[in-house]
């Protein structure tokens, strides 16, 4: 079985404080792992993937996110937090399910970044 | 820069019209989606395509169809629009030489409104 648990629905923080967006998964194959953002009215925009390679992935905007099999987690850090960070974040697994590839998006973190 | 396209963007339609939303993308990928996302919600899968004639539906049941005639185009339609639809609808796309790990390139969405 695939899913995706986003532990916090909202994530408040101090613009230049650290940023940590939590995802847990669980897949019964090896999985790979995305983490999205989608800025208010606009389309989802990938942020970075794991894909079996190395587990700390760099992605765009400062974002990282390491992957940790022992503890099924993929959490999303960031050092210093900016005010265009406000928006919301997909953390999502893949994996090949029965055979066919299957995707699961978890329910999302809101993320505010307070000036 | 994905280069996956959503029209409308924004549509208010009265209870029992006919509408489709229109997905293009200029990648040349094989495999779409739609996925419905309600405000503040997670997104689910409501329809898949592996290819030109192929539809499958998602895990979410859902009233509307789908067509993939050609490759670019991924067209979904309402045959009788109801207030339930009312939801935001999020096409992707993704390569399928990418194996299973699954990268999908997002539309911007149509937020639809039926009253």
């Known amino acids: 079985a695939q899913s995706v648990t986003q532990l916090d629905s909202h994530v408040s923080v101090s613009e230049g404080t650290p940023v940590l967006l939590r995802c847990n998964y669980s897949?019964?194959?090896?999985?790979?792992l995305f983490w999205y953002v989608q800025h208010p009215n606009k389309g989802l925009q990938l942020l970075l993937k794991?894909?079996?390679?190395?587990?700390l992935v760099k992605g765009i905007n400062g974002f990282e996110a390491e992957f940790k099999k022992s503890e099924t987690s993929f959490h999303l850090t960031k050092p210093s937090a900016h005010m265009s960070d406000a928006a919301e974040y997909f953390c999502v697994v893949s994996d090949k399910s029965g055979g066919y590839q299957k995707v699961t998006f978890g329910i999302g973190t809101k993320l505010q970044v307070i000036p | 820069e994905a280069d996956i396209y959503q029209t409308p963007r924004y549509l208010v339609i009265g209870t029992g019209k006919k509408i489709t939303l229109e997905c293009s993308q200029t990648m040349g990928h094989d495999k779409m989606y739609w996925y419905q996302q309600d405000p503040g919600m997670e997104l689910h899968l409501i329809h898949y395509?592996?290819?030109?004639?192929?539809?499958e539906k998602g895990d979410l049941s859902s009233e509307s169809t789908v067509s993939r005639i050609r490759t670019e185009h991924f067209p979904l339609t309402l045959e009788s629009a109801r207030p339930s639809h009312t939801s935001q609808y999020l096409c992707?796309?993704?390569?399928?030489?990418?194996?299973?790990?699954?990268?999908?390139?997002f539309g911007p969405g149509t937020r639809l409104t039926v009253t």
């Open positions: 897949s019964s194959y090896s999985p790979s």
């Open positions: 992707a796309s993704s390569n399928v030489g990418q194996g299973i790990y699954g990268e999908q390139y």
């Open positions: 395509s592996y290819g030109v004639n192929s539809t």
């Open positions: 794991y894909t079996s390679a190395a587990t």
